[in-house]
C-alpha cells in the first residue's frame, strides 16, 4: 500500500512505488484503449477511482514525469478524471 501522505523530500519514491504505479498507469492505458476498439469495461466508478488515485501524492508525482510519454487522449481523459469534483 502507498503512504498517503508521504513526505517526498524526505524520503523519495522508492523503485518499487515507482513501479507499482507505473504498472497501474499501463494496466488504465491498456484498458482506454481497448474500449477505442470496442472491448467494454464497467465503467461504473472509473472516474472516482482514478480522481482518488492520483490524488495521492506518490502516482501524482509519478504521473507528472510520465504523461509526457502518453498519448494524447489518454493524457486527457486521466487529467479530466483526476480534475473531476467529488460529489
Same mark, same amino acid.
Given at each position: 500500500? &502507498?503512504?498517503? #501522505?508521504?513526505?517526498l523530500?524526505?524520503?523519495p519514491i522508492t &523503485? #518499487?512505488e515507482? *513501479?507499482f504505479? *507505473?504498472f497501474l498507469?499501463l494496466? &488504465?492505458?491498456s484498458?482506454?484503449? +481497448?474500449?477505442?476498439h470496442?472491448?467494454?469495461?464497467a465503467?461504473?466508478?472509473l /472516474?472516482?477511482?482514478?480522481r482518488?488515485?492520483? +490524488?495521492?501524492s506518490?502516482? /501524482?508525482r509519478?504521473?507528472?514525469e ?6 494524447p487522449?489518454f493524457v #486527457?481523459?486521466?487529467e479530466?478524471s483526476?480534475?473531476?469534483p467529488?460529489?
Amino acid at each position: 500500500m &502507498l503512504n498517503p #501522505a508521504p513526505d517526498l523530500d524526505r524520503h523519495p519514491i522508492t &523503485l #518499487a512505488e515507482r *513501479l507499482f504505479v *507505473l504498472f497501474l498507469i499501463l494496466h &488504465l492505458e491498456s484498458s482506454f484503449e +481497448a474500449t477505442k476498439h470496442g472491448m467494454y469495461f464497467a465503467d461504473h466508478g472509473l /472516474q472516482t477511482d482514478v480522481r482518488d488515485f492520483f +490524488a495521492n501524492s506518490i502516482p /501524482q508525482r509519478v504521473w507528472n514525469e510520465v504523461k509526457k510519454y502518453q498519448r494524447p487522449d489518454f493524457v #486527457a481523459f486521466v487529467e479530466t478524471s483526476r480534475n473531476t469534483p467529488r460529489w
